[in-house]
């Protein structure tokens, strides 16, 4: 979820910057808003699939490349429990 409103934030900012650069004399408020309100719908679920993926990979690099994580679960699968919790 942090990935996925970062990634947005920084889409909304960049598309508002875009926007007032164009557009700042005469600012079109309704066009913006709905723009806004388009961007921060459609950009988290099109992202979705890509900001899963971001975390997954985070959490292998942090928690599966600790030296303590094999010892540990090999101790549980010798305990019996098939490596479950």
């Known amino acids: 979820m942090t990935i996925n409103y970062l990634f947005t934030a920084v889409v909304w900012l960049a598309v508002l910057v875009v926007w007032l650069v164009v557009d700042l004399p005469d600012l079109h408020v309704p066009a913006l808003t709905i723009t806004s309100i388009a961007i921060a719908a459609l950009v988290p679920l099109l992202f979705w699939p890509f900001s899963k993926t971001i975390w ?3 959490d292998f690099l942090i928690y599966r490349t600790s030296p303590d994580y ?8 010798s305990s019996g429990n098939g490596g479950r919790p």
């Open 56 to 58: 997954a990979s985070v």
């Open 70 to 77: 094999g010892s540990r679960e090999a101790a549980e699968r």
